[in-house]
């Protein structure tokens, strides 16, 4: 079954980090731009971050950006997303997932169209408490 298999999750207190890994399973990531994507208890899904495969573009959402980190490691065929000053508001199950309409591009502007991505996971919890 080809999918991405999310880990690294956990609890962490605020303010702390956390590294989440996103491994591809029955093919190699190096062409796809991978999302990352999260889903907090009654909330939607929500795009995250995104790091493309042409030329390593990196995007995020303005709620992360300057504390998440995303990059990949196609020798490994895996992407990490590195979290710091984690705060509670953070606290989702996290999903990589590739958009089969721009498999290369990053289109973030698409995060709200959940039917154009695939190779979903099953995810990884994460809990942001003290």
């Known amino acids: 079954q080809l999918q991405f298999v999310e880990s690294g999750g956990g609890l962490v207190q605020p303010g702390g980090s956390m590294r989440l890994s996103c491994a591809a399973s029955?093919?190699?990531?190096?062409?796809?731009?991978i999302n990352w994507f999260r889903q907090a208890p009654g909330k939607e899904r929500e795009g995250v971050s995104c790091?493309?495969?042409?030329?390593?573009?990196?995007y995020y959402a303005d709620s992360v950006k300057g504390r998440f980190t995303i990059s990949r490691d196609n020798a490994k065929n895996t992407v990490y997303l590195q979290m710091s000053s984690l705060e509670p508001e953070d606290t989702a199950v996290y999903y990589c997932?590739?958009?089969?309409?721009?498999?290369?591009?990053?289109?973030?502007?698409?995060?709200?169209?959940?039917?154009?991505?695939?190779?979903w996971g099953q995810g990884t919890q994460v809990t942001v408490s003290s």
């Open positions: 790091i493309s495969s042409s030329d390593g573009s990196t």
């Open positions: 029955g093919f190699t990531l190096d062409y796809y731009a």
């Open positions: 997932a590739a958009d089969r309409l721009s498999p290369s591009h990053c289109k973030v502007t698409m995060w709200g169209r959940l039917d154009r991505y695939t190779y």
